[in-house]
């Protein structure tokens, strides 16, 4: 399942918060493939989140600046791709400085559920997924009917449909909780075998849902969804 658009006119002007995550994230990409590869094991190590340091009350910055960089074309693809169909609406709703603040404490808070369940392993963890899923969390309480065009894979064969936010992230969600319990499961989640952050993923997710749960109360919706959100938004 891979969203590419979602129906949802309701977001600033110029999201330029949520741009500008997205262009640091990228030049930081491309500040990491123009080094050679020691010098990008070593620019990766030093910034990016060592639980056992964590742990220890050692590198602390680190939970701020690990979730600028990335692994792979793949990882950083899959995370921007994500904040650019969902992190604008988030910000609409948000309010500029709101969402920035919202954005970089998620990934924090990500980054430190990591730690909890593996707070003795060297295994560095990077990227923005944790900050992306707070981003889903917070967009699945403010906007769960808004339709979400997405591809849907069966094997080799793939078509394009309209799935509602709450099934697209809903699915999401659902695979993270059952790939981070397994890990456990598994016992690779305590020790940072596992490849993938999957306690970071939920940590934000959880995060976004609660902080959007929070905004919500505080700022009810338009009921009216042609009126303010625009005739692109489906309720």
Do not use: C, K
């Amino acid at each position: 399942m891979l969203p590419i658009h979602d129906e949802n006119n309701e977001r600033p002007a110029v999201p330029f918060i949520n741009y500008g995550l997205i262009l640091i994230n990228i030049l930081v990409f491309v500040y990491q493939l123009s080094l050679s590869p020691d010098a990008m094991n070593n620019f990766i190590l030093q910034y990016s989140t060592v639980p056992a340091d964590i742990s220890h009350f050692q590198n602390l910055q680190t939970l701020l600046t690990s979730q600028f960089l990335h692994g792979s074309f793949l990882h950083i693809g899959g995370n921007m791709l994500y904040l650019w169909i969902f992190g604008d609406n988030v910000e609409g709703r948000l309010g500029h400085l709101g969402y920035l603040v919202f954005y970089l404490v998620a990934g924090v808070i990500a980054g430190l559920a990591q730690v909890v369940v593996a707070p003795n392993s060297t295994v560095p963890s990077l990227g923005a997924s944790g900050a992306v899923a707070g981003v889903l969390g917070a967009y699945l309480v403010m906007f769960p009917r808004v339709r979400v065009n997405t591809f849907i894979f069966l094997g080799i064969f793939f078509f394009l449909t309209r799935l509602s936010a709450m099934v697209v992230i809903g699915f999401w969600a659902v695979l993270q909780f059952f790939n981070g319990f397994t890990q456990i499961t598994n016992q690779t989640a305590q020790t940072g075998e596992g490849g993938v952050a999957y306690f970071a993923h939920i940590g934000g997710f959880i995060t976004g849902l609660i902080i959007g749960v929070i905004f919500s109360r505080a700022r009810p919706a338009n009921p009216n969804p042609y009126g303010g959100y625009g005739p692109g938004t489906r309720y």
